[in-house]
């Protein structure tokens, strides 16, 4: 990765945006890391955030462009803000009854009239995987090993993933011989393995397989912003709603803190697969 682009990143939750700015910073290339005002992101030492709100969205902008940034990154989950209508700028202002309409169509809608928004800066929006691809593995299984029913539970993940997807629902489920026992939406991952574990004593066979986590992007999801991650934290949920894996389309998943990832995985006895 040449190191000449300049590069903003636009922090959300998580680690990820400490993750790639490291990254960035290492390349030659210090980013500049924004994070919505009243959302500040965890960083590592050394890096800071600066705050900006939605309602100056033009004026930032304009800053980047007149300070010679080519790029724009999303990083971590980000979150709606409360807006006052009194701090648009007019220009803003104008561009609300835009995002409010894509607004509608669910997070995707959202996300690409973003996207759109950027680029008529003549901002490049580049995913967080052209950054770090490392963070993005492909095929194959690095911790344990999923078995016969497993991989049936996987498929059937896929399946229903592949109708709910283009609904703009979510980007993962839980299932448990063959059966559907929870549903990723608005509240995420976490709120959806808390849910599985309350209710993992549905499962049909008490001494059958356990079920797994499996995580995709959406169908047709403009992948530059808002792939699922799973990370040390996901592995120790899946564990204690009892499941015995974690699957995720490969190629289409961050694998965060990957070393601590599967070390997690293999003590807690459970697997991890990128699936095909």
């Known amino acids: 990765m040449s190191g000449a682009a300049k590069t903003a990143v636009l922090a959300g939750d998580g680690g990820l945006p400490g993750v790639v700015a490291q990254a960035l910073a290492a390349s030659g290339t210090p980013p500049l890391v924004l994070a919505l005002e009243g959302f500040p992101p965890a960083l590592p030492e050394g890096i800071t955030a600066e705050s900006f709100r ?62 759109a928004i950027f680029e ?36 059937r993940a896929t399946a229903i993933l592949s109708v709910t997807g283009p609904l703009d629902i979510g980007q993962g489920c839980v299932v448990v011989q063959g059966l559907c026992l929870a549903f990723e939406t608005l509240p995420g991952t976490e709120a959806m393995l808390e849910f599985a574990a309350l209710h993992h004593g549905l499962r049909p066979r008490p001494v059958g397989a356990r079920g797994v986590l499996f995580k995709a992007p959406k169908p047709g999801q403009d992948r530059r912003i808002d792939l699922p991650a799973i990370g040390p934290d996901t592995v120790a949920q899946a564990a204690r709603a009892g499941l015995a894996g974690i699957a995720w389309q490969a190629g289409g998943v961050l694998l965060l803190d990957r070393e601590a990832t599967i070390a997690a995985a293999k003590a807690a006895g459970v697997f991890l697969w990128a699936r095909a």
């Open 54 to 115: 939605l309602e100056r969205l033009v004026p930032l902008l304009d800053r980047l462009v007149d300070e010679g940034f080519a790029r724009v990154v999303f990083a971590g989950a980000i979150r709606r803000p409360r807006l006052d209508p009194e701090m648009f700028d007019p220009r803003t202002a104008a561009l609300v009854p835009r995002i409010l309409t894509a607004m509608q169509q669910g997070d995707d809608g959202a996300l690409r009239e973003v996207i």
């Open 120 to 155: 008529e800066w003549g901002l490049e929006v580049v995913g967080v995987d052209a950054i770090c691809p490392a963070l993005v593995p492909g095929e194959g299984v690095l911790a344990g090993e999923p078995s016969a029913a497993d991989r049936a539970d996987a498929a």
